[in-house]
């Protein structure tokens, strides 16, 4: 048996998407001749708003779609970060096949215009690190492993991660409680079935053994 963590920015029409000044998406409430039913549309739909995955595609142009990551459950690395940018002596030495989420505290941020703001991203070594050491899938509590600051070539963490296969999740919120837990903690993130595309918001969940 398990219990569930719930990993997840709740996404409404208020919420914001990268880089902090458009709306993840516009929601349009439609009138029906019946008084009990509530019919919506969204417009202007980012898939890059809240919690969410980005898919090889993204930055890999061979890259498989939103549509065609596989549906995992992968093994946890959980790896506490207090600096400004993750590194390669941060990457587990054991994380094939795993996912790796670094905890940063930024999510303290999210919601707010400065989330997107100077936070906590992948150097480009950790990023190359993690596709050597073959992780299964990298995620963290910040908008992007990439920086704000242009790079020469620009977003290499996206680069490296989406040209290895590796799926991204960005935006996770609650990593700090998986921090003392012990055993064999899942991790879970499930996008929308979306042919042709990069990315897709995701229900991010944690599965965690009941003592």
Excluded at 25 to 43: M, Q, V
Excluded at 80 to 87: G, N
Excluded at 138 to 166: F, M, N, Q, R, W
Aim: with cysteine; net charge negative; hydrophobic share 40%.
């Amino acid at each position: 048996m398990f219990d569930i963590i719930d990993l997840s920015q709740q996404l409404t029409n208020k919420s914001l998407s990268y880089p902090g000044t458009v709306p993840a998406w516009i929601s349009h409430r439609r009138d029906l001749p019946y008084d009990k039913a509530t019919l919506s549309r969204f417009s202007d739909f980012d898939p890059h708003g809240g919690t969410h995955m980005d898919a090889p595609l993204h930055f890999a142009l061979h890259g498989i779609d939103i549509g065609s990551v596989p549906l995992r459950l992968y093994p946890v690395r959980v790896v506490s970060v207090d600096t400004p940018c993750i590194e390669m002596d941060d990457v587990p030495t054991d994380c094939a096949a795993c996912a790796v989420l670094f905890s940063t505290g930024w999510e303290r941020h999210a919601g707010t215009p400065g989330y997107y703001e100077a936070f906590p991203y992948l150097t480009n070594a950790a990023a190359r690190c993690l596709v050597e050491r073959k992780a299964g899938l990298v995620g963290l509590d910040t908008p992007s492993v990439d920086g704000t600051t242009v790079e020469d070539p620009p977003y290499p963490a996206h680069v490296a991660l989406c040209s290895a296969g590796i799926p991204i999740v960005e935006g996770l919120i609650h990593l700090q409680r998986l921090l003392p837990l012990q055993g064999e903690i899942m991790f879970a993130a499930f996008p929308l079935n979306l042919g042709g595309i990069e990315a897709s918001p995701v229900r991010a969940v944690a599965l965690v053994p009941r003592s």
